[in-house]
């Protein structure tokens, strides 16, 4: 009777070491603009290193991370006890995991896994001006004209991003080829494709459609916007990130989703999207007083999801 009693113990822990073995490993990639190192704003950078524990991110594509008291993404990086690759022109990756290797022009990192897996991990900051929909608006920025037409904006989005895209794109396919999973989080200072639709436009929330460049490239070559993936209808779900220092209404701005964390595993890998941010009226996951000019945006990937 002992004995019965052992074998069917030891079946049923096989078992539950099955279940749980069997679960699959996920991961949460979060992006992040600083606004000059995060203490900008007057708060500490400790209040940036809440916005990181707040969203459970275990990677964080970082912009803007120059301060006055240097590069800020390696003292976050030594707060939070994570690796840190700077990839020059104010951004980094900081990383829970080990960071085993990059990209030759910096534009990807790889990250080993606990389970071994190696993961590229990109991340970009594209060029600020022109501003279409700024340039749309009619609201003065940078010495640019005022434009009126989906053509246009195409053309000035083009003139401002379009080489940094090429450039990021021409290591992001490689990896793309290889089969590693790829990630890509960035600030790209223009909206997307996936939101400036024709129906967001009939209903008055946007001024025209724009089927906007750098998204739909990215996108194109087989990268998929984990907040979209989520949240399919931008008229439910704005995930608005540009800004919240002004109101929605204020005239002379423009709120936007312009922040991104995409990958290339299929859709139904995406276990959760959120913004990270100053508020419930505007973010999912919420850290006051929130100390940058951008919202965040967190993904939550299962990892080896067949399509």
Request: proline content about 7%.
């Amino acid at each position: 009777m002992i004995r019965m009693f052992l074998i069917l113990a030891a079946i049923f822990v096989g078992l539950d070491s099955v279940s749980q073995g069997s679960e699959l490993p996920t991961l949460r990639v979060m992006t992040l603009n600083l606004y000059h190192g995060g203490t900008r704003l007057g708060q500490p950078l400790s209040q940036t290193v809440k916005a990181v524990n707040a969203a459970k991110a275990d990677v964080v594509g970082l912009q803007e991370t120059e301060s006055g008291n240097g590069d800020s993404s390696i003292q976050l990086a030594k707060m939070l006890k994570w690796h840190c690759f700077s990839q020059g022109g104010r951004t980094s990756v900081i990383s829970k995991y080990p960071i085993v290797g990059n990209t030759p022009a910096k534009w990807g990192v790889h990250i080993q896994l606990p389970d071994k897996t190696v993961v590229h991990v990109y991340n970009a900051h594209f060029h600020y001006v022109p501003y279409q929909p700024y340039q749309l608006a009619n609201i003065p920025y940078g010495d640019f004209p005022f434009i009126t037409t989906e053509k246009e904006a195409i053309h000035w989005a083009n003139e401002a991003r379009g080489g940094q895209v090429t450039r990021m794109l021409s290591e992001l396919t490689v990896s793309l080829k290889s089969g590693v999973p790829c990630f890509l989080t960035g600030d790209f200072n223009e909206p997307s494709h996936q939101d400036w639709t024709t129906a967001v436009a009939d209903k008055g929330h946007v001024p025209i459609k724009v089927a906007y460049p750098t998204t739909s490239r990215i996108t194109k070559v087989g990268m998929v916007d984990g907040f979209r993936a989520a949240h399919h209808d931008p008229l439910l779900k704005t995930g608005w990130t540009w800004t919240p220092t002004t109101k929605s209404t204020d005239p002379d701005d423009r709120h936007d989703r312009i922040d991104y964390v995409l990958s290339s595993l299929p859709s139904n890998s995406v276990k959760f999207a959120g913004v990270v941010g100053e508020s419930k009226e505007n973010a999912d996951i919420v850290v006051s007083p929130w100390p940058t000019d951008h919202r965040g945006v967190v993904v939550e990937y299962q990892l080896n999801k067949k399509p």
